[in-house]
């Protein structure tokens, strides 16, 4: 069990620097592009991967803090809805990359400094 938690939270961390780099990618490709769909993906794979490492805690004997991964699941809700809302527009609002990219180190600075 283990490993398999050891995996998840591999994955985890695929996760979120996959979240951090779209939004060089978004800068990249400037003002005038759609959102990539980068964000949506990474965001599920925080959200399957973190509910699972939840999920499987009575297994792998972990001792979370539960207010924290609450905290964190709002968060990246949060940032999947600002993602869901502008997936399908021509171009995006200034203010959203830098925004999401703000919300997704939060959860770094929360998964870190708060134990
Ligand atoms: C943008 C979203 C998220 C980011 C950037 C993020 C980031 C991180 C980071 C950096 C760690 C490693 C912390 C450390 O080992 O000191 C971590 C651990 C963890 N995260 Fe997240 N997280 C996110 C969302 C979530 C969500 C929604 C959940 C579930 C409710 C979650 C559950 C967990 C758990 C259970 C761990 C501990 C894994 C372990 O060490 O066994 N995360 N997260």
Redesign the pocket.
């Known amino acids: 069990m283990e490993f398999v ?1 050891l995996l ?2 591999f994955l ?2 695929l ?2 620097s996959l ?1 951090v780099a779209m939004f060089f990618v978004q800068r990249r490709a400037g003002a005038d592009a759609p959102l990539n769909k980068g964000w949506l993906h ?2 599920a794979l ?2 399957l ?3 699972a ?2 999920g499987l805690m009575p297994l ?1 004997h ?1 001792d ?1 803090n539960h207010a924290k ?2 905290v ?2 709002v ?2 809700i949060v ?1 999947g809805v600002l993602a869901v809302a502008n997936v399908n527009r021509k171009r995006i609002p200034t203010w959203l990359a830098p925004t999401m990219l703000g ?2 180190v939060l ?2 600075g929360l ?2 400094f708060w134990r």
């Open positions: 938690r998840l939270v985890h961390l996760g979120m979240l990474g965001s925080q959200l991967t973190g509910a490492l939840y792998t972990a979370y991964l609450g964190k699941m968060v990246l940032i919300l997704v959860n770094v998964a870190v």
